[in-house]
Every structure is written in structure tokens, then in C-alpha cells.
């Protein structure tokens, strides 16, 4: 299991590279939601993030988790490798963040996402690191 506050080189570097994750939340009944997401990560804060808009399920259960978080995951996997962020994730509104958040997604992913008014970041502190190379 690769430690969070120091992963190595090869899994920074997958999270960097052009994949489609999957971002996993709980439902108000327990059971899972997942679904394909973009996600950037910075290593030197542990924030992941995932932009879409505010009136999503993944957003509703995020902010229904209350101000404390909800516990969340993401993941992606390419092959025999894969690479799994876990953490308490809140739901940003401020400009500023979304606009960063934007901008990393526009970096990893080689493409600005088109305007959309409503958007929102899920923000996850990031506290756990799993996947193999």
C-alpha cells in the first residue's frame, strides 16, 4: 500500500496521466454510487478533485453527509495497474476553487471543460493511498 504523504515517482506520475476514474460515494441507504469522473490530485496537499455540477447525486451525497465530509473514493486503473485516493470529501462553491479546480482538470486532461454556471467542486482530503503498479 503506498503511503499518502509519500506515494513514489510511478504512482504520482499514473496520477498525472490521461485516465478516466470513478468517483464512490455512499447513498442515503448505504449502498454505493459510482460513476466515471475526472479527477486531479496534488500530492503536496493531498486534495483530490472532482468538478461537475451542483445539483448531481454525487454532490447531493457529499453535501447530505453534513459539514464534517463524506467519506469517499476514487479510482483508476489501466491494465494490471490501478490506483484507488481515499478521504473525507466536501463540496466547494467559491469561484476561486472551482476556477482552480478547472484549470487542473484542463491540465491533466488536455481539454477545458465548457462553462457551466452551476459547477462545483468535490473536494477530497485525501487519506489514504492504495493500488499496485
Known sequence: ????????????????ERHVC????LRPDGTPHVVPVGVT?????????VITGGN????????????E????????MQGRRWATLEGRAV????????????????????RTPRHNPERVVIEIAVDRALGKG
Do not use: S
Not at 41 to 49: G, K, L, N, V
Open 22 to 25: 470513478t468517483l464512490t460515494t
Open 56 to 67: 448531481t447525486r454525487k454532490a447531493a451525497h457529499v453535501m447530505a453527509a453534513g459539514p
Open 91 to 110: 463540496v466547494r462553491t467559491e469561484p476561486e476553487e472551482v476556477e482552480d479546480a478547472v484549470r487542473r482538470y484542463a491540465e491533466r486532461y488536455e
Open 41 to 49: 490530485y496534488d500530492p503536496e496537499t493531498r486534495i483530490a478533485r
Open 69 to 76: 465530509g463524506a467519506r469517499v473514493a476514487v479510482c483508476q
Open 1 to 16: 500500500m503506498p503511503d499518502v504523504r509519500n506515494p513514489g515517482p510511478e504512482y504520482l506520475a499514473f496520477w498525472r
